[in-house]
């Protein structure tokens, strides 16, 4: 066995207990990628997502419409489902820092709830930002929260932004 082999071996843990060793960094990367992959698969190629060299300005992925040559500007907040979720609590919070925050209409805010392998997604959340800026609540200085229920038959203020399929994601990317 080469040494390559050996570090390269999958570990042999739950998926859960595995996700839960990555530092909440590293679960954003990895979140934003699956929305980048969902988005260009569930859209056929329809909608390809480009990631920035930085994203000092908040926006973690640039979205284009082939079809119409549009261009969304998204911001990712991922979160995954916790024992506390499964226990009772029935709300999901994304948090959005105010200081890489800029209210646009072309800019969004996408809430991703993700289960705890990070495999699944659960529901999405695209928000406008001019939304954000009006209807979140104000967690601490400097920081805007969307709290919001995953469930499909909840009617807060965030379900008319709320899909639970990748298929929903992409019609409402497609059709702003």
Known sequence: MHATETLLAPRR?????????????????????????WVMIGS???????????DDRGVDLLVYDRDT???LLVQVKGRT?????????????????T???EARPDFYVLGVLVD???????????????????????????????????????ADRWSRYRSISVAGLIAMMAGQ
């Open 99 to 101: 200081q890489t925050f």
């Open 81 to 97: 489902r916790t024992q506390k979720m499964t226990a009772g609590r029935r709300t999901v919070q994304f948090s959005v820092r």
């Open 116 to 154: 705890e392998s990070l495999h699944e997604p659960e529901a999405f959340w695209l928000v406008p930002s001019e939304v954000v800026r009006t209807e979140a609540g104000r967690a601490s200085r400097g920081t805007l929260r969307i709290v919001a229920s995953p469930s499909p038959s909840s």
């Open 44 to 54: 056929g190629g329809q909608l390809s997502p480009y990631q920035p060299v930085a």
């Open 13 to 37: 843990e739950p998926l859960g207990l595995a996700s839960q060793r990555l530092s909440d960094t590293q679960k954003g990367a990895i979140i934003e990628n699956l929305v980048a992959n």
């Open 69 to 71: 040559s549009r261009v």
